[in-house]
């Protein structure tokens, strides 16, 4: 039998589905230079009926609802159908914002934000709310990723316009963290260089992520040895500590007392050659096309040894 085809997943149905199709257009491209390879345009919550668990190997570039939430991996799974990335149990957990803090508790490497988590049913007083936390704040959805809903809050009124745009699901409002904000790849549970984030407007919202220009990136950042050290250690130990798999990116920021506190866990982060994971990886040594044929060779080789068949 022929070696397996690289399926890549891109699009899907989330708030994210441009940014997928932007990353998995750019995989694509990479990947068939080792492999063969077929991209897949994803539109409805299901996998393509041409997917075939003896012939191909999944690589997503999914984001958020049924990319990263373990929707996408549980159907990948019930089909018998290999892929790269972390699995359904982990996905599911680390798009949970409040499950990862949880999660993450144990760790003596990073800090957790104080928080307030409600449900849009059954909204806290912004009074309450900033009576406990303090003035300076962020809501967002508790399961949402590329900063999708949002909000940098200072003050009682802001949160109060703010908690009238949280209509639907699970939100957090944390305490807000001032500092330098970090970005770590985790491959195979080795990080990779730290990268570091400055919005030109001073939050990292969607906006900025990807309006070209709004944003310096610093490949490696600019710490000192010991900080680089312990963002590292904390993205080994908080990659594992969340089940992961494969790859991930560990996001953080860093504050002037030299505190680490954890923002997120992105499993399927971007992967344009521009992303923060590549460029993470590009302190390593590691180019784009390297990069990428690392992240699918653990899928590639739990497919061989499910299907005892050789592959390149």
């Excluded at 075939?52 to 990948?76: A, C, I």
């Excluded at 040594?285 to 050789?310: H, M, N, S």
């Amino acid at each position: 039998m022929s070696e397996p085809i690289i399926a890549v997943f891109a699009g899907g149905v989330s708030a994210e589905r441009e940014v997928s199709l932007g990353s998995g257009a750019t995989c694509a491209l990479a990947l068939a230079r080792s492999f063969p390879t077929r991209l897949f345009d994803i539109k409805t919550q299901a996998l393509p009926p041409e997917l075939d668990p003896m012939r191909h190997v999944v690589f997503s570039t999914l984001h958020g609802t049924f990319g990263e939430d373990g929707g996408m991996q549980r159907l990948l799974d019930a089909a018998d159908i290999h892929y790269a990335g972390c699995d359904a149990a982990s996905s599911e957990l680390t798009m949970d914002k409040v499950r990862t803090k949880r999660a993450s508790a144990s760790s003596r490497r990073v800090r957790l934000a104080r928080d307030v988590v409600f449900s849009a049913e059954k909204k806290p007083a912004a009074a309450d709310v900033v009576r406990e936390l303090g003035e300076q704040l962020v809501l967002k959805p508790v399961s949402e990723g590329s900063s999708v809903g949002l909000h940098v809050i200072a003050g009682q009124v802001e949160l109060e316009k703010a908690l009238a745009d949280a209509t639907t699901g699970g939100w957090l409002i944390e305490q807000r963290i001032f500092g330098r904000e970090l970005a770590v790849g985790v491959v195979n549970g080795r990080a990779m260089g730290v990268v570091e984030i400055r919005p030109k407007s001073g939050v990292y919202d969607f906006q900025s992520k990807y309006t070209k220009g709004l944003t310096e990136y610093f490949a490696p950042a600019m710490l000192t040895e010991a900080q680089t050290a312990h963002a590292r250690a904390a993205a080994e130990e908080l990659f594992a500590a969340c089940g992961c798999r494969d790859y991930a990116r560990v996001d953080f920021i860093i504050t002037e007392k030299n505190e680490l506190f954890l923002l997120e866990i992105n499993t399927l982060p971007g992967m344009k050659e521009t992303s923060l994971l590549p460029k993470s990886a590009q302190c390593v040594g590691l180019d784009f096309t390297a990069l990428v044929r690392e992240l699918v060779l653990p899928a590639l080789q739990r497919f061989q040894a499910a299907k005892i068949l050789p592959f390149a």
